[in-house]
């Protein structure tokens, strides 16, 4: 029945585009309409992202996820320009009359041509486009940042982009805009992740060798996205090698990595396959700390992914991923996560203008915590399941670009089960009961130029949400706190069945004013609604945390934000400049009652408190795009603040007032660049500075007997010091003069330069007669030097 109604969705959808096409149709006598798909010139891959311009004049598009683009025309003839950054541009010249284009796109000869800061943004591409706050990384970009012990990161490099920012040192996921972990939805291909970090966060999840771009949208989300409240991540995998087979890699201090690829039929089917592990335990055995000596740390992941052209009109891409960690602190007790995800996607194009994508999307998400000693010996486990299947239409029509469609996603959420691993031990089963729930949409997005000064992007997505059985529900006595005494009857529901719901209305648009080639304004506006809630009391993602749905007790989030911005480019479109405001506002945000016990608890609701939030900020961009030296410099003020008020003091928390958010940071600064030392070096660095994140201090002390009893203050209303680092790399890259077909670049780079102890977390303790004593935890609080070599070889 679900898939059912899912299709009836996609048949009213294509009926709809069939008595609406003619109504878009523009074509005129002195005008004419240019369509086409842009492909990497080797692999076949299509090129998202890619800008194509009508040369002399601010009129252009970028090509959507299948690489194609509808351009609307005067007539005469014209001049397209189309760029990619690490490609050579192509200049087509074309004649009036409507025209579709096939534009392979074939990648720069010269290395050093391709290191850029602002990853596919080419020239007025950032003038252009309609949406604001959005931005896209090149991987070359993303490996000319300084990497920690060598390993290139796609999410710390996300991580110096303005309105993006995080709790800690080697803290698990991000924060934008004023939102959680959460409320970010990170995308491998298509396929949602629900932990993107390594070993706790000093590495992300993805492998650089298997990665063609990253966007990362903290505004302007186009409606084909859903799910979450501040942000989509888009990680892109890249295809394999049509034509002939390459092999490429890389050696760092605590992991290596290698990525094999190639034709499996020549210029139609192409594979490829990465892997990365680590072998950081050498590294442990080397510290003075004897707990950390005894540690156990390990990571692996596998990427693979195939891809088939039937025709012109015909494509299929398989891909897979798998990722596991391993961890032991000094003892008996060993934390492991894993990942296991695959997608596959079949894009067909019926017309010049129509085409649609159908993907089916499956991912497993599992942490578990084995203790071994002998008589308490047990695991525990929770997880997350996801089953999905999505049908995207893009339609190009005069001057439209329209995208509609409809999704359906089935959830498996695990709560949490301990069960004893052998006979001796005391630990008894204890299983709280899984739950499931459905999410589905439909969405329609129009992308319209109507000049070009002004252009428009409007969409509209309706979700749909119901939690289902077999489940159970507790009824609380009204007017009292929620506690486990409290409970006043369970309702019981039979597989299937259904035992909460909820749906809403999505709006989003966004407007584009071009004052000329070089600046512009933008306005947008936002509404999502998230189901899924992370359920944690630590200020990052930690190994207890259960991933959970709105159900009776727990309400969607609501997020609405507004969003202003001026864009200007100087020296002939060299340096880009922006300073983009935002406010946003949120319902049903969680926070949690003093003493929350999350652990296995079946009365989980009892502990959480919902509210509402606010997040305001500025963020200002200045980016020097091309030349020897490159770079960026961001600054963020931004500031999340949370408002519970109960029907009781115990759910109220600051008397209702306003209070920050744990990863409330206001002031955030980052500073990237790289430097060309003549044509085989380049030397890189980057420096970031933020606010201290929130805490709760004690601010006194009881003595009771023989106890010391801490009286805290309000939540969150003291903050940690300061956080700044300083990082270097230089870089000796291959002599592309020579055109050898093994090509190896060296890096050596330099981890917090000054060796800045930041702390990632204060803690107190109790001195009879004194003021509590704060004391703080650094985890990198050195210099961290490493050396690497990445190799490619064809």
Same mark, same amino acid.
């Given at each position: 029945?679900?898939?059912?109604?899912?299709?009836?969705?996609?048949?009213?959808?294509?009926?709809?585009?069939?008595?609406?096409?003619?109504?878009?149709?523009?074509?005129?006598?002195?005008?004419?309409?240019?369509?086409?798909?842009?492909?990497?010139?080797?692999?076949?891959?299509?090129?998202?992202?890619?800008?194509?311009?009508?040369?002399? #004049?601010?009129?252009?598009?970028?090509?959507?996820?299948?690489?194609? &683009?509808?351009?609307?025309?005067?007539?005469?003839?014209?001049?397209?320009?189309?760029?990619?950054?690490?490609?050579?541009?192509?200049?087509?010249?074309?004649?009036?009359?409507? #025209?579709?284009?096939?534009?392979?796109?074939?990648?720069?000869?010269?290395?050093?041509?391709?290191?850029?800061?602002?990853?596919?943004?080419?020239?007025?591409?950032?003038?252009?486009?309609?949406?604001?706050?959005?931005?896209?990384?090149?991987?070359?970009?993303?490996?000319?940042?300084?990497?920690?012990?060598?390993?290139?990161?796609?999410?710390?490099?996300?991580?110096?982009?303005?309105?993006?920012?995080?709790?800690?040192?080697?803290?698990?996921?991000?924060?934008? =805009?004023?939102?959680?972990?959460?409320?970010?939805?990170?995308?491998?291909?298509?396929?949602?992740? &629900?932990?993107?970090?390594?070993?706790?966060? &000093?590495?992300?999840?993805?492998?650089?060798?298997? /990665?063609?771009?990253?966007?990362?949208?903290?505004?302007?989300?186009?409606?084909?996205?859903?799910?979450?409240?501040?942000? /989509?991540?888009?990680?892109?995998?890249?295809?394999?090698? =049509?034509?002939?087979?390459?092999?490429?890699?890389?050696?760092?201090?605590?992991?290596?990595?290698?990525?094999?690829?190639?034709?499996?039929?020549?210029?139609?089917?192409?594979?490829?396959?990465?892997? =990365?592990?680590?072998?950081?335990?050498?590294?442990?055995?080397?510290?003075?700390?004897?707990?950390?000596?005894?540690?156990?740390?390990?990571?692996?992941?596998?990427?693979?992914?195939?891809?088939?052209?039937?025709?012109?009109?015909?494509?299929?891409?398989?891909?897979?991923?798998?990722?596991?960690?391993?961890?032991?602190?000094?003892?008996?007790?060993?934390?492991?996560?894993? !990942?296991?995800?695959?997608?596959?996607?079949?894009?067909?194009?019926?017309?010049?203008?129509?085409?649609?994508?159908?993907?089916?999307?499956?991912?497993?998400?599992?942490?578990?915590?084995?203790?071994?000693?002998?008589?308490?010996?047990?695991?525990?486990?929770?997880?997350?399941?996801?089953?999905?299947?999505?049908?995207?239409?893009?339609?190009?029509?005069?001057?439209?670009?329209?995208?509609?469609?409809?999704?359906?996603?089935?959830?498996?959420?695990?709560?949490?089960?301990?069960?004893?691993?052998?006979?001796?031990?005391?630990?008894?089963?204890?299983?709280?009961?899984?739950?499931?729930?459905?999410?589905?949409?439909?969405?329609?997005?129009?992308?319209?130029?109507?000049?070009?000064?002004?252009?428009?992007?409007?969409?509209?997505?309706?979700?749909?949400?119901?939690?289902?059985?077999?489940?159970?529900? @507790?009824?609380?006595?009204?007017?009292?706190?929620?506690?486990? *005494?409290?409970?006043?009857?369970?309702?019981?529901?039979? *597989?299937?069945?259904?035992?909460?719901?909820?749906?809403?209305?999505?709006?989003?648009?966004?407007?584009?004013?071009?004052?000329?080639?070089?600046?512009?304004?933008?306005?947008?506006?936002?509404?999502?609604?998230?189901?899924?809630?992370?359920?944690?009391?630590?200020? #990052?993602?930690?190994?207890?945390?259960?991933?959970?749905?709105?159900?009776?007790?727990?309400?969607?989030?609501?997020?609405?934000?507004?969003?202003?911005?001026?864009?200007?480019?100087?020296?002939?479109?060299?340096?880009?400049?922006?300073?983009?405001?935002?406010?946003?506002?949120?319902?049903?945000?969680?926070?949690?009652?003093?003493?929350?016990?999350?652990?296995?608890?079946? !009365?989980?609701?009892?502990?959480?408190?919902?509210?509402?939030? =606010?997040?305001?900020?500025?963020?200002?961009?200045?980016?020097?795009?091309?030349? *020897?030296?490159?770079?960026?410099?961001?600054?963020?003020?931004?500031?999340?603040?949370?408002?519970?008020?109960?029907?009781?003091?115990?759910?109220?928390?600051?008397?209702?007032?306003?209070?920050?958010?744990?990863?409330?940071?206001?002031?955030?600064?980052?500073?990237?660049?790289?430097?060309?030392?003549?044509?085989?070096?380049?030397?890189?660095?980057?420096? #970031?500075?933020?606010?201290?994140?929130?805490?709760?201090?004690?601010?006194?002390?009881?003595?009771?007997?023989?106890?010391?009893?801490?009286? &805290?203050?309000?939540?969150?209303?003291?903050?940690?010091?300061?956080?700044?680092?300083?990082?270097?790399?230089?870089?000796?890259?291959?002599?592309?003069?020579?055109?050898?077909?093994?090509?190896?670049?060296?890096?050596?780079?330099?981890?917090?330069? @000054?060796?800045?102890?930041?702390?990632?977390?204060?803690?107190?303790?109790?001195?009879?007669?004194?003021?509590?004593?704060?004391?703080?935890?650094?985890?990198?609080?050195?210099?961290?030097?490493?050396?690497?070599?990445?190799?490619?070889?064809?």
């Amino acid at each position: 029945m679900r898939l059912l109604a899912l299709w009836l969705f996609v048949a009213v959808l294509m009926l709809c585009e069939s008595l609406l096409l003619p109504a878009y149709t523009f074509a005129q006598t002195n005008s004419f309409t240019v369509r086409g798909t842009v492909r990497d010139a080797r692999t076949g891959e299509a090129i998202a992202g890619a800008a194509v311009l009508a040369a002399g #004049t601010t009129t252009g598009t970028t090509t959507d996820a299948n690489g194609a &683009f509808a351009l609307y025309l005067p007539a005469g003839s014209k001049t397209l320009v189309i760029s990619y950054l690490g490609y050579e541009r192509a200049i087509v010249r074309i004649s009036g009359g409507n #025209t579709k284009l096939n534009v392979p796109l074939v990648r720069s000869s010269v290395q050093l041509s391709e290191v850029g800061v602002v990853g596919q943004k080419p020239v007025h591409d950032n003038i252009r486009s309609v949406q604001g706050g959005i931005t896209s990384l090149d991987i070359n970009t993303i490996k000319s940042v300084p990497a920690f012990l060598g390993e290139v990161d796609v999410v710390k490099s996300i991580k110096l982009l303005p309105g993006v920012s995080s709790v800690g040192e080697a803290a698990t996921g991000f924060n934008v =805009r004023g939102g959680s972990v959460d409320q970010n939805l990170v995308l491998l291909d298509g396929v949602p992740l &629900f932990n993107s970090s390594h070993l706790f966060g &000093f590495f992300s999840v993805f492998n650089p060798d298997a /990665v063609a771009d990253v966007t990362l949208y903290r505004g302007g989300v186009p409606a084909q996205y859903g799910g979450r409240l501040s942000s /989509v991540l888009d990680v892109r995998m890249r295809e394999g090698d =049509r034509e002939k087979f390459a092999l490429s890699g890389g050696v760092g201090l605590v992991s290596a990595r290698l990525a094999v690829e190639g034709p499996i039929i020549r210029d139609k089917t192409s594979f490829l396959v990465a892997g =990365r592990s680590s072998y950081s335990d050498w590294l442990l055995r080397k510290m003075p700390d004897a707990s950390i000596r005894n540690s156990h740390a390990a990571f692996y992941d596998a990427s693979v992914k195939i891809s088939h052209t039937f025709d012109e009109r015909n494509r299929l891409a398989i891909s897979g991923y798998r990722s596991f960690d391993e961890f032991g602190f000094s003892g008996d007790t060993l934390y492991n996560w894993s !990942t296991n995800a695959a997608t596959a996607s079949y894009t067909h194009r019926f017309s010049p203008s129509l085409s649609m994508s159908l993907s089916g999307v499956y991912t497993d998400y599992t942490f578990k915590v084995k203790t071994e000693q002998r008589m308490n010996a047990s695991e525990y486990s929770n997880g997350i399941e996801l089953k999905s299947i999505q049908a995207d239409f893009a339609l190009a029509t005069g001057k439209h670009a329209i995208h509609f469609g409809a999704s359906a996603l089935d959830y498996t959420f695990e709560q949490g089960k301990l069960r004893p691993t052998s006979v001796e031990s005391g630990v008894l089963l204890v299983q709280l009961q899984p739950e499931q729930a459905l999410e589905s949409a439909v969405y329609w997005n129009d992308e319209v130029r109507f000049s070009p000064k002004f252009s428009l992007m409007y969409g509209l997505r309706y979700s749909f949400y119901a939690n289902y059985g077999a489940g159970q529900v @507790y009824r609380y006595q009204p007017g009292v706190p929620k506690q486990e *005494r409290t409970i006043t009857d369970t309702l019981r529901y039979g *597989r299937g069945e259904i035992i909460e719901s909820y749906h809403g209305a999505e709006p989003r648009f966004s407007v584009n004013y071009t004052f000329s080639e070089r600046s512009a304004i933008k306005l947008g506006y936002n509404r999502h609604r998230q189901y899924l809630h992370l359920i944690s009391n630590t200020t #990052t993602i930690s190994p207890t945390d259960i991933w959970k749905s709105s159900n009776t007790h727990i309400k969607p989030l609501i997020g609405d934000q507004v969003s202003l911005g001026y864009f200007r480019n100087f020296r002939k479109n060299t340096i880009e400049a922006s300073v983009e405001i935002y406010y946003k506002r949120m319902e049903h945000m969680l926070d949690y009652k003093n003493g929350a016990n999350l652990y296995l608890n079946k !009365t989980l609701e009892a502990d959480l408190l919902a509210g509402k939030g =606010r997040a305001y900020g500025v963020e200002a961009s200045i980016s020097k795009v091309s030349g *020897r030296l490159t770079g960026w410099l961001n600054y963020t003020y931004a500031r999340t603040e949370i408002s519970i008020q109960g029907a009781t003091e115990e759910e109220t928390v600051n008397k209702g007032e306003y209070y920050p958010a744990s990863y409330d940071k206001p002031h955030t600064l980052n500073l990237a660049g790289s430097y060309e030392m003549g044509k085989r070096w380049l030397l890189a660095s980057t420096f #970031t500075y933020s606010t201290g994140r929130p805490i709760t201090a004690p601010l006194a002390h009881y003595v009771i007997g023989d106890f010391i009893v801490p009286h &805290f203050g309000d939540r969150n209303q003291q903050r940690i010091l300061d956080y700044h680092r300083l990082d270097l790399s230089l870089s000796l890259l291959p002599d592309k003069a020579k055109n050898r077909r093994w090509e190896g670049t060296w890096n050596l780079s330099l981890y917090n330069v @000054y060796g800045r102890k930041n702390p990632y977390s204060v803690f107190f303790r109790q001195v009879y007669g004194s003021p509590p004593r704060a004391y703080r935890l650094a985890v990198v609080g050195v210099p961290l030097p490493s050396i690497s070599y990445d190799f490619k070889f064809r």
